[in-house]
């Protein structure tokens, strides 16, 4: 099973600034299996990047994502308030699995 | 527009029985296959389980193998996860997600199972 470990496990920026979430995984991944989701407080998920870089539909350009192998990275320019969320990478590989998570918050 | 509710939480003791259900709207839904993913209380995500668009095909997360059940109801446009032998760490929001590719495409507002004595 592929263990992915996201960090930092909270970032606080303040609006404006840019947020860079890293997601490593234990074995190489399929970019074309791996994506991000964000989660607001007592909301479900929402899928914002699959395919590793690819925005899902209705998701602003602030949002991108890049990386290949064993390391990924969500990154979110400009931050606004309702940026604040847990942000969750997440894997196939026979099986899925998600990363533990990293906290935005806005100050 | 996708549309799912999941019903059938509830308070259940350890051992026992809870069947939950997925409405599913807005989409084809004999076409797609269907995952549920649970969220423990302040906790992070873990997929339980799939099940193919035809039912043909299903797979579990090693905690809840043997004892839950995902099935479906195309001709209901919904989804099924019968629950056995509860535990307390089953404690959880369970969400039904529509499959895109790899992906969890759309989920649904999830429903709280709590296992307690």
């Known amino acids: 099973e592929i263990v992915l470990t996201q960090s930092p496990g909270t970032l606080s920026l303040s609006p404006g600034e840019r947020a860079t979430l890293s997601c490593r995984a234990s074995?190489?991944?399929?970019?074309?299996?791996l994506a991000w989701y964000q989660q607001k407080p007592g909301q479900a998920p929402r899928l914002l990047i699959y395919?590793?870089?690819s925005r899902a539909t209705g998701i602003p350009d602030r949002f991108s994502g890049s990386g290949s192998g064993t390391d990924f990275t969500l990154t979110i320019i400009r931050l606004e308030p309702e940026d604040c969320a847990v942000y969750y990478c997440?894997?196939?590989?026979?099986?899925?699995?998600f990363g533990q998570g990293t906290k935005v918050e806005i100050k | 527009q996708v549309h799912l509710v999941e019903s059938g939480g509830g308070v259940v003791q350890p051992g026992g029985s809870l069947r939950l259900s997925c409405a599913a709207s807005g989409f084809s839904f004999s076409g797609y296959g269907m995952h549920w993913v649970r969220q423990a209380p302040g906790k992070g995500l873990e997929w339980v389980a799939f099940?193919?668009?035809?039912?043909?095909?299903?797979q579990y997360a090693e905690s809840v193998k043997g004892r839950f059940t995902i099935s479906r109801d195309n001709s209901k446009n919904t989804l099924y996860f019968q629950m056995n032998s509860l535990r307390v760490e089953d404690t959880a929001v369970y969400y039904c997600?529509?499959?895109?590719?790899?992906?969890?495409?759309?989920w649904g507002q999830g429903t709280l199972v709590t296992v307690s004595s």
């Open positions: 997600a529509k499959k895109y590719s790899t992906y969890f495409h759309y």
């Open positions: 099940i193919r668009y035809d039912g043909s095909n299903k």
């Open positions: 997440q894997q196939y590989d026979n099986w899925w699995t």
């Open positions: 395919a590793a870089s």
């Open positions: 074995q190489t991944v399929s970019s074309s299996n």
